[in-house]
């Protein structure tokens, strides 16, 4: 078998605005699954770049599945972009110091969504917003120019700002038979071994 190394940074020979994710992370609270990759217009590298207000000091992480799709222009919204938002205002006076500093908020007050995650076999479209802490299930659909607030099932397709369900991929019994299936963990030989079935309109 002459199977795609997962450890290749750009699997398209003489194409480096595709690579395989995990090779270029650097950042250690994100985390990404085999053969899930990016695709970017104009730098692979922008991927961290869209991972926005990802501060080491609040924890939370950005985790990926395996063979997940991710468009260019992808953006990630981790908490660090919160405000604390029982007051009055929700102007973050104590981040200018000086005389201000006395309005600082512990990080406990901060709104936190808990970690991002995208599961298996997720495609995300062109320009997508994922808001802080949102799930996404195993094989959902993102539509371009989406903005994701709240989590997304499995094998569901969703769009639009706020993103709502458009519909489910297949029915809800297929659905669970593929969420038992879990093919993304089947060994890379066999998955190579069933492509005609995995790849093959189903029901």
Known sequence: MNIPDSNDTFPLEHYDRLC??????TNPNIIVGDYTYYDDFEDVHNFEKNVKYHFDFIGDKLIIG?????????????NGANHKMDGITAYPFNIFGKDWKVAEPKLSDLPYKGDTVVG????????????PGVHIGDGAIIASNATVTRDVAPYSIVGGNPAKEIKKRF????????????WWNWDIEKITSNL??????SE
Do not use: P
């Not at 395996?66 to 981790?78: D, E, L, P, Q, Y």
């Not at 029915?171 to 879990?182: D, F, R, V």
């Open 20 to 25: 395989f994710l995990k090779n270029i992370i």
């Open 66 to 78: 395996k063979f997940c799709m991710i468009a260019s222009g992808v953006t990630f919204i981790m």
């Open 120 to 131: 298996n076999d997720v495609w995300i479209g062109t320009n997508v917003t994922i808001m």
């Open 171 to 182: 029915s809800e019994a297929k659905i669970k038979e593929l969420l038992e299936m879990q």
């Open 196 to 201: 005609k079935y995995l790849t093959d309109k």
